[in-house]
Every structure is written in C-alpha cells, then in structure tokens.
C-alpha cells in the first residue's frame, strides 16, 4: 500500500514538472518573438521581421511600444505604409514621451497625420498636472529653455544646400512651338535635358530626407524635470516650427525639380512623336 502510495506520488510530482516545462517554453518562445524581430530587422530581414514581430504585437507584446515602433519600420521598409503609418500611431500612443517617439511623430506628419489628436487619448491619460504652487517651487530649479538661436543657426550649418536649379536654353515652351521637323532635330538634347532634370530631383528628394534625419532629434521627445504636460507641448510645438522653417525649402527645392522634371520629360515626348512623324 505504501509503496502504490509513493507511485502515485512520483507521477503527480512529474505531471507538475511537466506542465510547467510546457508553460516555460510557451512564454519563451512568446519572448523569442520580440527577439527575433528586432534581430530580424537589424539584418535587413524585413520579411522576417514582420513575421515575428505580428506574433509579438498579437501577443504579450501588445501593449509594448518598441514592438510596434519595429513593426512599423519593417512595413515601411516593405513599403507598407498605410499599415506603417497605424503601428507608428500605436507607438506614439503607448509612448507619447519615449526615446523614438519623435520619429513616430514625424512620420506621421510627414504622412499628412496629426499625432497630437492621434494621442489625445493617451495624453489624457497621463497623471494630472501637480498644482500650480508645486510647480512654481520646481520651477525655481530646473527650468525648461526653448531651443535658442545658436543651437538653431549650429543645426542649420549641418544641413546640406538646395540643389541649384537652372533654366534650360532654349525654354522648352519655344521648343515646343517649332515645327515637326524643328522638334525631330532636338530628340537628342531633348533626351539629356530630361535625363539631367531627373538627377536634380532624385537629389533634391535625398537632401530632403537628409535634412529630415537631421532636425527629427531636435524636436523634445520627452519631458523635463518638473515640466507639465502643457509645457512640454509647447516646448515641443517650438521645436517643430521652427524644424518646419528649416524643412520648408527643401520641400520647396522637390517641388521646383519635380516642375522642372515633368517640362523636360514633356518636351521629350513631343520630340519623339516628331521623330515618329506626329505632330505633337
């Protein structure tokens, strides 16, 4: 009897071992999945990434923002942005104040998205502002400096210059009132004046996103000590201004060589049609 005793013993102990040996390897592989994307990713595997990193967001991981801000960067990279776009929005929501989140911001209102009423919610969230009197006291302290000049004026020597765009000779709206065989005859320079406007374009599309690179840390991503929330946002919508008066040019620069671009790509046209015996 004691012995069917200590039988029954050994098996109940080794039923117990065993479910938690299952239990174990449940919440590693869980843990491997936020692992393994963000290893994934670091090798350029975005596939992969985004395979493992969907089961963290689906998982234990969904409430944790750098899964999805790595999920995010995945889709971009695969040129997913819409689906993009929704992870960042998660992200910025789950970490309004974390170390990327400035990122998260700026592709958002890259994308044409406001993240400030995409956070409203979690902003709401956040602890309630301490009383003004505390807060005076803090102030006394450490108190919270906007961006001045000479930390602008040192950001925008780093920037790289707007690419120069010049007017072809002759205009190609003069071009393109000759004759048939007047337009025939200029195929091949027609032909180098697009091919030239394009490299303008492609290069002004890469300072953009540059310049971009380089402003998106000036934005504040998170708060200083003893600064509220209001404060914060303010400081941060600063920031942005003045980030968006550095920016604009060179959006400004995309814009005049992308016009630039579709007049010579135009004229193109209406000279090969020349060459093939159309009249435009």
């Given amino acids: 009897m004691r012995s069917i005793h200590l039988l029954w013993l050994c098996a109940l102990i080794a039923s117990a071992v065993a479910c938690v040996a299952q239990v174990s390897a449940a919440e590693i592989a869980q843990s491997d999945f936020l692992a393994r994307g963000i290893s994934s990713y670091n090798r350029k595997d975005y596939a992969g990434a985004q395979q493992y990193l969907l089961k963290a967001v689906n998982g234990e991981f969904k409430n944790v923002a750098v899964a999805h801000y790595y999920l995010a960067n995945s889709l971009m990279q695969a ?5 993009a776009l929704d992870e960042y929005e998660r992200c910025y929501n789950l970490a309004p104040f974390s170390s990327f989140s400035g990122y998260c911001r ?8 406001n993240p400030d009423a995409v956070n409203k919610t979690a902003l709401e969230k956040q602890p309630r502002e301490q009383p003004k009197e505390q807060l005076k006291e803090k102030q006394t302290v450490v108190e919270s400096k906007p961006a001045t000049d000479p930390e602008l004026a040192k950001l925008s020597s780093r920037l790289p210059r707007p690419v120069v ?12 009132a000759g004759n048939i065989n007047y337009r025939s005859g200029f ?9 030239r406007a394009f490299e303008k374009v492609e290069q002004a599309r890469q300072n953009l996103t540059r310049a971009e690179s380089l402003t998106h840390s000036f934005v504040p991503s998170a708060k200083s000590f003893g600064e509220s929330d209001e404060e914060f946002r ?18 400004e620069n995309v814009k005049e060589a992308e016009t ?5 790509s135009a004229l193109f046209e209406s000279c090969l049609n020349a060459s093939r015996g159309f009249q435009y």
Avoid: W
């Fill in 79 to 83: 040129s997913k942005t819409n689906a």
């Fill in 260 to 264: 630039a671009f579709q007049n010579e």
């Fill in 187 to 195: 195929l091949g320079e027609a032909e180098i004046r697009k091919n």
């Fill in 106 to 113: 700026m592709m958002l209102i890259r994308h044409g998205k």
């Fill in 165 to 176: 765009i010049t007017k072809e000779s002759p205009p190609a709206s003069d071009i393109l």
């Fill in 234 to 251: 303010n400081r941060r919508a600063d920031a942005e201004k003045s980030v968006t008066s550095l920016l604009d040019p060179f959006r």
